[in-house]
Nanobody, 116 residues
Framework: QVQLVESGGGSVQAGGSLTLSCAAS????????MAWYRQAPGRQRELVAR???????DYADSARGRFPISRDNANNTVYLQMNSLKPEDTAVYYC??????????WGKGTLVTVSS
């Protein structure tokens, strides 16, 4: 089992920045990629950014160039640096790690609110 715990959410004005952290614990050697997803009210959960253990990254169009994802393998932590935040970035942000045998591990989420 792997446990994922997010932190760093909060309220910020448009144009501001926040950094989200996701700390992984448990059988961390079983996971490779880790990712951030978000879910806004009334919308489906969507991928924001993904990073492999080797450092390869993948971004949603809305996040590319604004939300760099990074990973500290020594401390089992993934970060999402969110810059130039917009009101439409308001959502609950979830940390994710695909299970090697199928399915996913999920954190409980952290709320990000961006006011105009």
């Amino acid at each position: 089992q792997v446990q994922l715990v997010e932190s760093g959410g909060g309220s910020v004005q448009a144009g501001g920045s926040l950094t989200l952290s996701c700390a992984a614990s448990g059988n961390i050697f079983s996971i490779n990629a880790m990712a951030w997803y978000r879910q806004a009210p009334g919308r489906q959960r969507e991928l924001v950014a993904r990073i492999t253990r080797a450092g390869s990254t993948d971004y949603a169009d809305s996040a590319r160039g604004r939300f760099p994802i990074s990973r500290d393998n020594a401390n089992n932590t993934v970060y999402l640096q969110m810059n130039s935040l917009k009101p439409e970035d308001t959502a609950v942000y979830y940390c994710n790690a695909p299970r090697p045998i199928g399915g996913d591990y999920w954190g409980k989420g952290t709320l990000v609110t961006v006011s105009s």
